[in-house]
Nanobody, 121 residues
Framework: QVQLVESGGGSVQAGGSLRLSCAAS????MGWFRQAPGKEREGVAT???????SYADSVKGRFTISQDNAKNTLYLQMNSLKPEDTAMYYC???????????????????WGQGTQVTVSS
């Protein structure tokens, strides 16, 4: 059974930084998504096994996705945080057979429980 476990969320002021972690690795594609209250879930960033990355326009230049295969961990470094970044953040992994979410060419189907990020102005 696939288990994705996020950590690292919290509350920060605008302009601050947080780093999210997700215990998982070995997938052809992994990513981070977020969902704010009253809004649909949206993609934030993806990373492929070869290390290539993609980002939503809203986070380009501020967020960095990376993975440490030796530690089986996926990261999302978030800098220059804005109040509009406030959301529940989810780690996701590719499920080529049953995935329900297509984003940046990957079919995501495994999800973590989420970690809350709150940015105050």
């Amino acid at each position: 059974q696939v288990q994705l476990v996020e950590s690292g969320g919290g509350s920060v002021q605008a302009g601050g930084s947080l780093r999210l972690s997700c215990a998982a690795s070995g997938y052809a594609c992994m990513g981070w998504f977020r969902q704010a209250p009253g809004k649909e879930r949206e993609g934030v960033a993806t990373i492929a096994r070869d290390g290539s990355t993609s980002y939503a326009d809203s986070v380009k230049g501020r967020f960095t996705i990376s993975q440490d295969n030796a530690k089986n961990t996926l990261y999302l470094q978030m800098n220059s945080l804005k109040p509009e970044d406030t959301a529940m953040y989810y780690c996701a992994a590719e499920d080529v057979e049953y995935g329900d979410t297509w984003y940046m060419g990957c079919r995501f189907g495994y999800w973590g429980q989420g970690t809350q990020v709150t940015v105050s102005s």
